[in-house]
């Protein structure tokens, strides 16, 4: 005769595993919002770094410093490589209607965008031969 798990016990493990999820479920939320912030320092960090980079050799050639564009990738279309003309490498775009987490949108010639959640973007510009963030100041300043 094989004894079976009494109706009490299933609802004891049942009712832990809730409550073990009820902790587990917004701490990984929170770990993958973390996670794509340091993404985009990271990459903000190596933008920033190939611009003033590229300003360095053009004031070395006797050349015009002005940036005008960092790609010449098309506006809000899907893998796109962006910033090709400051950084050696590229990142691929996303669109605007896909709104993939941890991706970059470029929505105007020097205005970009990077997701990282569904409910928040950070925008930024070239402006000025930098680049600068245009959200919030919350936002640009938990990412500086």
Same mark, same amino acid.
């Given at each position: 005769?094989?004894?079976? /798990?009494?109706? &009490?016990?299933?609802?004891?493990?049942?009712?832990?595993?809730?409550?073990?999820?009820?902790?587990? %479920?917004?701490? /990984?939320?929170?770990?993958?919002?973390?996670?794509?912030?340091?993404?985009? !320092?990271?990459?903000?960090? %190596?933008?920033?770094?190939?611009? @003033?980079?590229?300003?360095?050799?053009? %004031?070395? &050639?006797?050349?015009?410093?002005?940036? =005008?564009?960092?790609?010449?990738? =098309?506006?809000?279309?899907?893998?796109?490589?962006?910033?090709? !003309?400051?950084?050696?490498?590229?990142? =691929?775009?996303?669109?605007?209607? &896909?709104?993939?987490?941890?991706?970059?949108?470029?929505?105007? &010639?020097?205005?970009?965008?990077? %997701?990282?959640?569904?409910? !928040?973007?950070?925008? /930024?510009?070239?402006?000025? @031969?930098? /680049?600068?963030?245009?959200?919030?100041?919350?936002?640009?300043?938990?990412?500086?």
């Amino acid at each position: 005769m094989t004894k079976a /798990f009494s109706l &009490l016990e299933l609802l004891i493990v049942i009712a832990t595993i809730l409550i073990v999820l009820t902790f587990a %479920i917004p701490k /990984f939320s929170n770990i993958t919002s973390t996670s794509k912030i340091t993404e985009l !320092k990271s990459n903000l960090a %190596i933008i920033r770094n190939g611009i @003033n980079k590229f300003k360095t050799n053009q %004031i070395l &050639l006797a050349e015009d410093s002005n940036i =005008l564009s960092l790609d010449s990738a =098309l506006v809000d279309k899907k893998n796109e490589p962006l910033f090709t !003309k400051v950084i050696d490498f590229s990142l =691929l775009s996303t669109t605007s209607s &896909l709104n993939e987490l941890g991706k970059w949108i470029k929505t105007s &010639l020097t205005t970009y965008e990077y %997701i990282i959640s569904s409910s !928040k973007k950070v925008v /930024f510009t070239l402006e000025d @031969n930098s /680049f600068k963030c245009k959200s919030s100041f919350e936002i640009c300043k938990e990412i500086e």
